[in-house]
Structures are given as C-alpha cells and as structure tokens.
C-alpha cells in the first residue's frame, strides 16, 4: 500500500473532506492493472532521447488528496516521476488547501515520510487555478485526467461563477454553497459530470490522452460508458473498479476512458 | 503558479478558444518570487518538448526574462555530440557543453523556479483580466461569459 498523503490541514467547514469515492480512487491508481496500464502508456521510450514529461489534470481536486497521491507516487503509478501537475478548483480555499497537501506530500512535510523519498523530486507541481472543470485548459494539453465529481443527485446545481463566488464571499451561507457544490449533481447527479465529458476530446492529448471518472449507480454508469462508445473508433471505455456498499445508495465505480489509436494497415 | 503553466493555458471564455490571440494570455503586473528546486537536466529535457517555443518567449518577454534563446534547444543526441550539422561547429568550439549547461540552467529558472504570486492574465482576444492573488489564478467567469 501507497501512503495516504496527509491532510490534517484541511478547513472540512469549507472543503469536501476525504471520503470513501476520494480513497477509491487513491486504490484504483495504484492498483497493479491500472499502473500496468499507464506505465505502458506512459513509459520512456528511451533515456536517450527526450520523451515529453506527462501532464496530469485533476479536476475539482477539493482537499487535494488524490492530486498528492498520484503525483508523490508517480513513479509507482505512471513508471516515471517526471509528471506536470495542474488542479483546478471551483473553490477557492479547495485550490489553497490542495497546493499544501500537494506540497508536503511531495516534500515529505507531514507524517508519511515515506511519500517523500517515492518521487525524488521530479515531479512538479505546475499550479492549482480556481476554475470550472478544465475552461482554462489549451486543446489537447492533459495526458491524465482525473474527476470525483459532484455526483449525488439533486434538484439543482449551484453555478460555480465569479458573480456567485463574490456576492456571499466570507459567510456561512458561502461556506456551505462551496461545501454543496462539491457534491451535488443535479439530475441524475450527472450534470456536471457531462459538462467534463463534453469537454474531454478538447482536453485530452490525442495519442496518450486518459482520463478517470468515479461514479455512483445513480449515475447509470453502464449508459454512461454506452455514450461514450458512441464517440466512435478514436475512444475506448471501460469500468474498471466497482466498490461500495451494495445495498446503501452510494455504489461507486470509476471509468476508464482513453485514446486509442486507429490500426495502421501493413 | 510557476510560468510554464501558462503555456498550457488559454482563455476560458468558450467563443475565444478558437482565437489565435488568446495564447499565451499576457501577464500584466506580475510579481514574481523565485523558488528553489534542484536543477534536473533529463527532467528538463522531458519538458521542453512540451514548450510552445513562440508563445514562451512572449511570456518571458512580458515578465522581464531576456535568456531566452530564439530557437528551440535541439536535445535529441544526434544533433549535439556529432558533426551532423557543421554550421553549429565554430560557434560551439570553445566549451560548447557550458554554453548548452547555461541555456537550460536559466529555463530551469524561468520555467520552474519562477512563481506568480500576484498580478493578472489579460487575453489577447477579449481582454478578460484573470487575477492570481496568493500564487491563485481566477478562472472563474462571470454569469454573462459562462
Ligand atoms: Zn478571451
């Protein structure tokens, strides 16, 4: 098992807290297929000639746990430590708090002295930008993308924009707006869980490009990988861990979805 | 917010995605503060073929940075060690591995070393004005451009 990155310094009034969907998807990276998988994906061709370092997206990384892990362990998880790491938050304290677990797990500034010692410095932090999904995001600039997205249906969800961000700035009431858009996905808790889709093959790098997504069953995660099969012959999809407690509401799985290439005839 | 970030960055505003003056967005009043990290010259070697050549000197430019070479380093190990390319040979002659050692030691600076604690991104097509504050940038829009 991989450390837990810690993250005792993070305000739980403001910011989602670590939860159960947060730790599956610290398994799920780590675990022997999915590390097979990208550190194929990912592996140096050679060490003599320069292989672009990856850049690995997360999106709405809360109080950045899942960040910290797969960027102190990178070497682990993607068979290489030289990762460009970028996170982007809707809330604001989100992105401050993710910038210091970030940090100290990749420095070794907290309990897991371990963690410290797995990346050896390379790894790279490049910023934590308070943001919408990937909006400030050049086409095609992300090779990993990973998403815990508010996925627990609702009537509504609250905008994440400028206006609202300010008009209730330091209040109670904003506190907990920051807290709710964490988790609530409004229809089918799936709104903004397709906005992210929508934006995916703007995003993804289109030969190495892969990205993460956690779902609950309220999702419908077995229609949701139905639609992306229809995104056509580029894209391949796949559940690749199914968790939860099986009669409460809240099964989680997490999807798999990446870039594959066409065959090239002989 | 370290500067190459901004080379992965544009505009959030949707309409201006397709803009070729939404890239790089410009820094204006930026200040800067300097970290520490140990130089990694394979590390750096992995990032440079990710580096928009063009858009990084605009940034360098607009934050005061004037070491940034015209072209792109070529590090494929062909082009360095051999006599492939004979034109680079008499300008290298004396102590080309410092030369080389130097170039990628102040990109080392700029493009990692070198935080935004302050200031603000403008797009070139809509001059929307992003603000960092505390090494955050704000990519939050408002209702009327979401
Ligand atoms: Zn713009």
């Known amino acids: ?266 | 917010m370290k500067i190459l970030t901004v080379n992965f960055l544009t505009c959030a505003v949707k309409a201006c995605k397709s803009s070729p003056l939404s890239f790089p967005l410009h820094f204006q009043d930026a200040e800067l503060e300097q970290s520490d990290i140990e130089y990694n010259a394979a590390f750096l070697r992995n990032i440079l073929p990710r580096v928009d050549w063009e858009a990084l000197k605009i940034t360098a430019n607009e934050l005061g940075f004037t070491t940034v070479p015209i072209e792109k380093p070529d590090l494929t190990p062909t082009s360095t060690a051999t006599d492939k390319n004979p034109v680079r040979l008499p300008i290298n002659t004396s102590e080309p591995q410092a030369t080389d050692e130097k170039t990628m030691r102040d990109l080392h600076t700029l493009l990692l070393e070198t935080e935004v604690r302050e200031g603000k991104m403008v797009c070139g097509n809509c001059g929307h004005e992003y603000k960092i504050k505390e090494g955050i940038a704000n990519f939050l829009l408002p209702s009327h451009l979401v």
């Not at chain 1, 297929?33 to 990856?54: G, M, V």
């Not at chain 1, 963690?115 to 995001?137: E, R, V």
């Open chain 1, 1 to 266: 098992m991989l450390p837990t990155p810690s993250t005792a310094h993070v305000d739980l009034n403001r910011i989602y807290e670590p939860s159960e969907d947060s730790y599956l998807l610290l398994d799920t990276l780590s675990s022997p297929s999915e590390t097979a998988f990208l550190t194929h994906r990912f592996s140096q061709n050679s060490t003599a000639a320069p292989d672009p370092a990856p850049v690995v997206l997360e999106v709405g990384t809360g109080s950045g746990v899942v960040l910290a892990f797969a960027t102190a362990n990178a070497r682990s998880i993607f068979g290489r430590d030289d990762i460009l790491a970028i996170g982007t938050d809707v809330n604001r304290f989100a992105c401050q708090a993710t910038r210091q677990t970030v940090l100290g797990a990749s420095q070794g500034h907290n309990d897991n002295s371990a963690l410290a010692s797995k990346s050896g410095g390379n790894t790279m932090l490049l910023a934590i930008l308070n943001a919408d999904l990937t909006n400030p995001m050049r086409l095609g600039m992300v090779d990993v993308l990973i998403f815990n997205p508010p996925y627990v249906p609702s009537s509504d969800v609250p905008e994440a924009t400028l206006s609202n961000a300010k008009s209730t700035a330091g209040s109670f009431e904003h506190d907990s707006q920051l807290l709710t858009l964490s988790y609530e996905g409004g229809v089918d808790g799936m709104e903004v869980t397709n906005r992210l889709l929508e934006q995916l093959p703007e995003v993804l790098d289109c030969e190495r490009g892969v990205a993460y997504i956690l779902l609950c069953q309220q999702n419908r995660p077995e229609e949701v990988v139905k639609r992306i099969h229809d995104w056509g012959e580029g894209w391949s999809v796949e559940i690749v861990v199914r968790s939860g407690k099986v009669a409460g509401w809240e099964k989680l799985c997490i999807i798999r979805i990446w870039r594959i290439q066409e065959a090239t005839p002989f």
